[in-house]
């Protein structure tokens, strides 16, 4: 889950491309462009990698009108891998939250459940 080079290989439902501009040790600096609900953005990613469990990322997309905090880990489970995922989406424009609050909270979460986690859970189950 920290290639995030190789995102658009193994996500390409919600990630076109995704560009390194600055790594130091664990700490990387990205632009991503991401896709949902149709449409095509720009991302800017801060990101720390936690080495053997995941990353936690502060997202912007000036574009979009949003800015994200997102965490993702992976730990041994009795019955297999569990995956913990959360993002906290900030919505900065006044007449964007009136619409994308109910579409994020279930339209979203759902799609990236599908065309993330699932995908995820796949590439798991090989391994």
């Known amino acids: 889950m920290t290639d995030f080079e190789k995102f658009p290989e193994h996500f390409p439902k919600v990630a076109e491309s995704i560009r390194i501009n600055k790594r130091e040790g664990n700490y990387a ?6 896709r949902s609900f149709g449409k095509r953005f720009q991302v800017e990613m801060k990101t720390r990698i936690l080495p ?5 990322s502060d997202n912007d997309s000036y574009q979009f009108g949003t800015s994200g905090h997102e965490e993702m880990s992976l730990s041994e489970h009795a ?3 569990l995956i913990d995922y959360t993002y906290q989406v ?3 424009k006044k007449w964007l ?3 994308a609050v109910p579409l994020l909270r ?3 979460m ?5 065309a993330v986690i699932d995908r995820l ?6 391994q």
């Open 106 to 108: 279930w339209y979203s």
């Open 121 to 126: 859970k796949k590439i798991l189950e090989k």
């Open 90 to 92: 900030t919505i900065h």
């Open 79 to 81: 019955k297999g891998t």
């Open 29 to 34: 600096e990205m632009d991503a462009t991401v």
């Open 52 to 56: 053997g469990k995941g990353f936690i």
């Open 97 to 99: 939250r009136m619409i």
């Open 110 to 114: 759902k799609y990236w459940e599908k």
